[in-house]
């Protein structure tokens, strides 16, 4: 809903669109035209049966979920001439090009990406982008406020009791759609193949290898001109973490710099990257300044234990396609005249990929990944 995409959609040769939805009063968003209702027989009246009962030349599709779809199929297909069922097989496809883990299936969405991009010449992609500042469908009512925490379905009902993955699906729709040798494309796009086109001013690039609690991520705009440099290209910030529990907090931040949420997040603890640093907000909270490390330490760690539990790990930031997606985004830089590019790549800079685990001090531990493929996504290899 952020931007008036109605009449791009109804040029392309065909619109599918997923489970009848409504296009009143969203025409100047969506567009009105409906070529392809895909469809599935969930709920009561399910959209299968829904769009059974339409009056209409669009054709039907559904995907064989399972004995539900074939079975409604079967009864409802006398009242649409035009409708097709993909097989089972289809979905197992789908569900192994996901890397989806067993008891998750694709959704109806990715679903038809996949099957459009082996029936179309060029597929776009509409609504691709991650805003935990909208609602998850279009025609929900826009949230009062942005999601503290949550993936691409912070707002979808029933999230934990999804049969989908939506983060990782997410995920590896928008690799394809920057993959320039896939047949789908998404409007944002434009800006990634403008600035892939420009490149003669050279880029400006900062790594941060400890991002910690996003203390570090500006630092480039202290740089003197000596290594700043002279040219007019927007900064790109790589910022790397790989602490579980941090992580979450990060996302959001970047998010922020990024202009995708409306203001910076809450930060309920001192913001540390060391004993040295966290002895400094000790008077703060009642402790000793100076003295013995472990001393500082252990009274700060009491005093901030509730909150320190709260802390959690999302585990969408743990999804390698995910990370391999934000580093995928170091191949094209940001284009001219547009604001710094932040980007968090929730893992460890390391010399080979792989995980490192952390503990919190009670025998719990988690694992955090490690990637040693920055500098050949940046250089586009």
Request: net charge positive.
């Amino acid at each position: 809903m952020k931007e008036e995409r109605g009449k791009d959609i109804d040029a392309h040769d065909a619109v599918f669109r997923i489970n009848v939805p409504p296009t009143h009063p969203y025409e100047a968003h969506v567009g009105r035209k409906t070529t392809y209702n895909v469809v599935h027989f969930s709920g009561n009246p399910s959209p299968g049966e829904r769009f059974a009962r339409m009056q209409s030349n669009q054709t039907g599709i559904t995907f064989e979920f399972g004995h539900k779809e074939s079975a409604g199929f079967k009864k409802w297909k006398t009242n649409h001439t035009n409708w097709i069922l993909v097989p089972r097989r289809f979905i197992n496809r789908c569900n192994q090009i996901m890397g989806l883990m067993k008891g998750k299936y694709c959704s109806s969405g990715a679903a038809t990406v996949l099957w459009a991009m082996e029936q179309c010449d060029r597929v776009t992609v509409f609504g691709m982008q991650h805003d935990r500042c909208y609602q998850y469908h279009y025609w929900d009512p826009k949230p009062s406020r942005c999601a503290v925490k949550g993936g691409v379905n912070a707002f979808l009902p029933s999230v934990g009791g999804s049969m989908h993955d939506m983060d990782k699906e997410h995920t590896t729709i928008q690799q394809w759609i920057d993959d320039p040798r896939k047949n789908v494309w998404a409007p944002e796009r434009e800006k990634l193949d403008a600035a892939r086109q420009d490149v003669s001013a050279g880029r400006r690039v900062f790594i941060d290898l400890g991002a910690n609690w996003a203390n570090t991520l500006r630092l480039y705009e202290d740089l003197p001109p000596q290594l700043a440099g002279t040219s007019d290209a927007p900064w790109e910030v790589y910022a790397f973490e790989a602490s579980p529990l941090i992580t979450p907090y990060v996302d959001r931040v970047v998010d922020w710099l990024n202009g995708e949420r409306p203001a910076r997040p809450e930060l309920c603890l001192p913001p540390s990257g060391s004993s040295a640093h966290l002895s400094k907000y000790a008077p703060a909270y009642g402790c000793p300044k100076y003295g013995n490390k472990n001393v500082i330490n252990n009274c700060m760690f009491k005093k901030l234990d509730l909150i320190l539990k709260r802390l959690a790990p999302e585990p969408r930031l743990r999804e390698p396609a995910l990370i391999e997606a934000r580093l995928a985004r170091a191949r094209a830089p940001p284009p001219t005249g547009t604001s710094t590019r932040y980007t968090l790549v929730p893992a460890a800079a390391g010399a080979a990929a792989g995980e490192v685990e952390f503990y919190n001090g009670e025998g719990s531990a988690w694992k955090s990944n490690s990637r040693r493929r920055f500098l050949d996504a940046r250089e586009g290899r």
